[in-house]
C-alpha cells in the first residue's frame, strides 16, 4: 500500500434523468464516491496505464521477445489486457506462472520474472478492467480459465500480494483445479475488517455492505477449499504495518495461513521474512525458497538455479519511519 494521492474526481450528472428521483440521482453519485475511494484504498490507485506511447512500447517489446496475447473476455464481455510469455530454455515445463499485480504489468520489470523464465516456467500477465475487488476476481478466473481450457493438463501457480490476495483466493476457489497452486504474500481474506483499520466511516452497516458488495471475496472463507498447494509469505505477525490488528496480536496474513493449517496442514506452507515489514522487497533466499514450492508443483525445472545476493540484495531493515510513521500517514485519510 501507498499514501493516498489527490485526484480530482468528475461525474457525469448529465446521465441522470432530471425527472428521475432525487434518490437515484444521489445513489449514482454516491456510487462513483464510494468506488473511487474503495479503488484508491485497497489498489492503491495504481492500476493508471503509463502514458499511451510508452504502454505501447512496453507492450511491444513483450510482443517482440516472443509473448503472444491471450484472447480473454470477462463475464461482462470486455477484453482483458493479457499476454503469454513462453520459456524458450532447453529446462521449459510447459506450466505457468500468473502474476496478479498492484499495477499495470507494463510497470513490471522483467527481471521480477527472467530467472523464472531461464528455469523453465512459463509466464502470464494480465491487467484488470476494473481495480475492485469482485472485478478483479472475475477477471482472473477468466484468464486462468483460459488457460485452463487451452491446455487442460497444464499445472499453474498464481502469486498474489496485498489486495489482490483476496480476489486471488476467490478466483482459484472458484476453479477448484488441485493442479492450481497459490502463493499468498503479505494479504488478507476480510476486506471489511480491513478496511475498518483505515476509517471509523467502514463500521457503518451501508458501507460495509458497499465494501462488500464492491471489493469483498470472502477469501479467509474460501481458502480452505482451494484444493491445490498454497504457500504463505509474511514477516512476523507484529512486523506487518498494515495486515496487523488488535494492537499487533492478530495479522490477516497469519489468519489466512492458521486457518489453512488446520485443515490441509500438508498442502500449506509458510516463508517467514526476517527483519522486514508489509514492503520490503524479497531477499534472493526467499525467491529460492519460493522456487522450491514452484519446482514441487513443476512450474519450474527440478535443476532450477539459485538466484544470487547481486541479482536480489538482502534489504535493509525497516526504518523508524516507515514502521511507525508511514502507517500512521496511510490511515490518516480516515480520521478527517
Known amino acids: 500500500m501507498v499514501p493516498i494521492h489527490h485526484q480530482t474526481l468528475t461525474f457525469s450528472l448529465g446521465t441522470c434523468n432530471p425527472f428521475a428521483s432525487l434518490s437515484t440521482c444521489l445513489y449514482k453519485i454516491a456510487d462513483q464516491i464510494f468506488t473511487a475511494l474503495l479503488k484508491r484504498s485497497f489498489f492503491n490507485g495504481q492500476f493508471s496505464l503509463l502514458p499511451t506511447a510508452l504502454n505501447r512500447q512496453r507492450t511491444l517489446e513483450l510482443l517482440k521477445a516472443g509473448a503472444c496475447r491471450l484472447n480473454c473476455r470477462n463475464q461482462a464481455g470486455r477484453k482483458i489486457d493479457a499476454i503469454y510469455i513462453s520459456s524458450t530454455s532447453p529446462k521449459r515445463t510447459g506450466n505457468a506462472l500468473v502474476y496478479a499485480l498492484l499495477k499495470p504489468y507494463q510497470r513490471f520489470h522483467p527481471k521480477n520474472f527472467q530467472h523464472l523464465l531461464e528455469d523453465g516456467a512459463d509466464i502470464v500477465l494480465w491487467n484488470p478492467t476494473l481495480a475492485l475487488g469482485n472485478h478483479y476476481k472475475s477477471d482472473l478466473e477468466t484468464v486462468l480459465r483460459k488457460l485452463k481450457q487451452l491446455r487442460p493438463m497444464q499445472k499453474v501457480a498464481v502469486a498474489a500480494y496485498c489486495a489482490s490476495v483476496d480476489p486471488s483466493i476467490a478466483a482459484v476457489s472458484a476453479i477448484s483445479d488441485p493442479s492450481i497452486s497459490l502463493i499468498v504474500d503479505r494479504g488478507y481474506g476480510e476486506v471489511r475488517k480491513f478496511a475498518m483499520g483505515f476509517t471509523v466511516a467502514a463500521q457503518l452497516p451501508c458501507l460495509q455492505r458497499w465494501i462488500?458488495?464492491?471489493?469483498?471475496?470472502?477469501?479467509?472463507?474460501?481458502?480452505?477449499?482451494?484444493?491445490?498447494?498454497?504457500?504463505?509469505?509474511?514477516?512476523?505477525?507484529?512486523?506487518?504495518?498494515?495486515?496487523?490488528?488488535?494492537?499487533?496480536?492478530?495479522?490477516?496474513?497469519?489468519?489466512?495461513?492458521?486457518?489453512?493449517?488446520?485443515?490441509?496442514?500438508?498442502?500449506?506452507?509458510?516463508?517467514?521474512?526476517?527483519?522486514?515489514?508489509?514492503?520490503?522487497?524479497?531477499?534472493?533466499?526467499?525467491?529460492?525458497?519460493?522456487?522450491?514450492?514452484?519446482?514441487?508443483?513443476?512450474?519450474?525445472?527440478?535443476?532450477?538455479?539459485h538466484v544470487s545476493h547481486k541479482e536480489f540484495p538482502i534489504p535493509s531493515p525497516p526504518s523508524f519511519f516507515r514502521r511507525h510513521i508511514f502507517p500512521l500517514l496511510i490511515r490518516s485519510w480516515g480520521s478527517v
Open 212 to 305: 462488500a458488495h464492491k471489493a469483498g471475496c470472502d477469501g479467509l472463507r474460501k481458502i480452505n477449499s482451494i484444493p491445490g498447494n498454497v504457500l504463505f509469505v509474511a514477516p512476523p505477525k507484529r512486523a506487518d504495518q498494515l495486515m496487523r490488528y488488535n494492537q499487533g496480536k492478530r495479522n490477516f496474513t497469519y489468519d489466512l495461513y492458521e486457518t489453512r493449517q488446520k485443515r490441509h496442514p500438508f498442502a500449506t506452507r509458510m516463508i517467514t521474512l526476517q527483519n522486514s515489514d508489509h514492503w520490503t522487497p524479497w531477499s534472493s533466499s526467499v525467491h529460492n525458497k519460493c522456487k522450491r514450492f514452484l519446482s514441487d508443483n513443476q512450474i519450474v525445472a527440478t535443476s532450477y538455479r
